[in-house]
């Protein structure tokens, strides 16, 4: 890793209430796909460190859980990891949607920010489903809470403004070692990545309350001998059995089809050929044990 005496590195964190954006604005900044997404809330459950290199300038992206009111043990783990990130970084992005009306969430995050005394950046983000006259008023609002070192309208959806962000985050940068090797975009094992891709493929293909109980856990993962093929075998754990049924589906349709989508991502991710084999098992309330919370949403 190259390393000279101009070398910088910044530490942001970003934070923000469930479905606000987070992980579409990282993937955006890092240029490739590293967090999953889903229209569902709660997506992401671990805190993710994404890489970006300008240059001598390396700027690492905390991609946190969305913060929220925890009701069950992984619920907790999750607000802990967000309160947690918040302190020594060198700066913390609040992501908010344009309204001008900060909600208790935000002023939680708000109040960790001034406590923690870094510097904060006000992220709007969605600014493509409002008028910008609106905006204003919604930067009127959160001044009112907070004196933020900067603030940035942006779409992550879109691609808006998310330069200029980064050019933002790049001047908290301070003198020092880059912490990742250049062409690492993340901290995440392989097989943690691979895990997500499939819990994604369960957010975006299952309704209601099924997907945020269910976990993955890749039981082997390893590439043939003189191939450039890459064996998986995952299991899906749910809370109940008859979430089971309806994650494997009918004649087995609805597992074939998140195994499908989900390979195809794997493969994009890998840049391999990936024969994927997916289990389902039932562990019932798994979500309010704290061991197996930490071991459902951690693959090492």
């Not at 935000?106 to 992220?123: F, H, N, T």
Request: charge should be neutral; hydrophobic fraction near 40%; charged fraction near 25%.
């Amino acid at each position: 890793m190259k390393q000279t005496a101009d070398t910088r590195c910044a530490m942001i964190t970003i934070a923000g209430r469930p479905n606000v954006g987070k992980s579409t604005l990282v993937n955006a900044l890092v240029g490739e796909k590293i967090a999953i997404v889903s229209p569902k809330p709660q997506t992401t459950r671990n805190r993710i460190y994404a890489v970006i290199d300008r240059g001598d300038t390396q700027v690492i992206l905390l991609d946190t859980p969305g913060f929220h009111r925890a009701r069950t043990k992984l619920g907790e783990q999750m607000v802990r990891t967000v309160r947690e990130s918040i302190a020594d970084v060198d700066a913390v992005a609040l992501v908010v949607e344009p309204v001008a009306s900060p909600g208790d969430i935000e002023r939680e995050l708000i109040a960790g920010i001034k406590q923690s005394g870094c510097p904060g950046v006000l992220v709007i983000n969605k600014i493509d489903t409002v008028e910008k006259e609106k905006l204003f008023a919604v930067i009127s609002a959160y001044a009112a809470l907070h004196d933020f070192d900067a603030v940035v309208p942006i779409s992550a959806k879109n691609g808006d403004g998310t330069q200029q962000l980064l050019a933002e985050f790049q001047s908290f940068a301070k003198s020092g070692p880059k912490l990742f090797p250049e062409g690492e975009v993340t901290d995440q094992p392989e097989r943690q990545v691979c895990a997500e891709l499939i819990r994604e493929k369960l957010l975006l293909c299952l309704d209601k309350e099924i997907p945020h109980g269910t976990a993955v856990v890749i039981d082997r993962f390893s590439e043939r001998i003189d191939t450039e093929i890459i064996d998986i075998d995952a299991t899906i754990y749910c809370e109940k059995s008859s979430h089971k049924g309806i994650i494997i589906g009918k004649n087995g349709a609805m597992l074939k089809k998140i195994g499908a989508l989900s390979r195809a991502d794997i493969e994009r991710f890998m840049g391999a050929k990936v024969f994927l084999q997916t289990w389902v098992k039932v562990k019932e309330n798994w979500r309010d044990n704290a061991s197996l919370s930490q071991r459902f949403t951690v693959n090492e």
